[in-house]
């Protein structure tokens, strides 16, 4: 079967509001014999002579004063989609936003989120996920609408960027540990007891090759899956734990934080979205609104 030709719908929408051919030539700027030819196509089209001459004028068949509503909303629904998107009124918008993130991200963020969102929407809603992996599925079909973590050589290419913030690791001991005193050097920090922050087994971390580099080894008694548990055994023993400053700054209460005594990669934390969401103004409003919260 093949495919209509749906231009013949805005060629009948005119034909059947004008009832003529000439002032449907004219609002169409076609020639009277080009809107005759596209009647014609109209007429067998449909099985219909849709207008048939009655004195010196043309009369809508009943096929056609059927089809005549139907027509124009079809005509209109058609340029509303192809329109530019308009203008959103967020006080009166209603959604709900799934943000999928590492551990910190909400207890550091997310407060100051919910009120730059409350300020303009006050009836948008958050919903926020834990990220347990990098798989990009979860924004490709709608599941997650914004993604915040580090983009990782596994990232999918279709999916869409933005830096948020620049981070680095820094160390974290209880208030009186040995290393809360004194010059912290890599031999220090490396024979001290560490607990490590692991989703998976995983290689060598970004703090053991800068370590390796200086011929040294530091030794993990305890690996954890969230930054958070790593900070709270930190706090309540003599472990070591590495975390990223600014992502986990507002539970260091308690805890002794010092730099790192060698250079690490920085970590570079962006939000990710599919590029289906670009053009929707909603999420344009909600990326930006995560944009001014993280660089403030």
């Known amino acids: 079967m093949s495919t209509p030709d749906f231009n013949l719908l805005i060629a009948l929408d005119v034909l059947l509001a004008e009832g003529s051919v000439a002032r449907a030539a004219r609002r169409l700027q076609l020639s009277a014999s080009a809107m005759s030819r596209t009647l014609a196509r109209l007429r067998e089209t449909t099985g219909d002579p849709l207008l ?12 056609a004063l059927e089809l005549r509503e139907r ?12 329109r530019p998107a308009e203008q959103i009124d967020l006080s009166q918008l209603q959604r709900t936003f799934t943000l999928r993130s590492r551990d ?12 730059r969102l409350e300020q303009d929407a006050p009836q948008v809603r958050l919903r926020f996920m834990a990220k347990l992996d990098k798989d990009s599925s979860l924004l490709r079909d709608g599941t997650v609408d914004l993604e915040i973590g580090v983009v990782g050589s596994s990232a999918s290419p279709e999916v869409r960027s933005r830096i948020l913030l620049r981070d680095r690791f820094v160390g974290v001991v209880r208030a009186g ?19 490590l922050v692991a989703r998976r087994a995983q290689g060598v971390t970004t703090m053991d090759e800068s370590l390796k580099a200086l011929g040294l080894e530091r030794e993990v008694t305890t690996i954890v899956g969230e930054f958070p548990a790593a900070m709270a055994l930190a706090r309540a023993s003599d472990l070591v734990a590495t975390v990223p400053e600014r992502h986990v700054s507002a539970q ?12 690490t990669p920085p970590l570079v934390v962006s939000m990710l979205w599919h590029p289906r969401m670009d053009a929707d103004a909603a999420h344009r409003w909600l990326r930006e609104c995560v944009r001014e919260v993280c660089s403030s």
Request: neutral net charge; charged residues 15%.
């Open 71 to 82: 027509v124009a909303q079809l005509v209109q629904d058609a340029e509303a989609v192809l």
């Open 177 to 195: 540990h040995a290393l809360s005193h004194g010059a912290i050097t890599p031999e220090r920090y490396a024979s001290a007891r560490h607990v």
């Open 52 to 63: 048939v001459r009655a004195g010196r004028g043309l009369v809508p068949t009943p096929r």
């Open 252 to 263: 260091q209460h308690g805890l002794f934080s010092f730099a790192l005594p060698f250079d």
């Open 104 to 115: 910190g991200f909400v207890e550091n963020f997310g407060a100051a989120l919910i009120a």
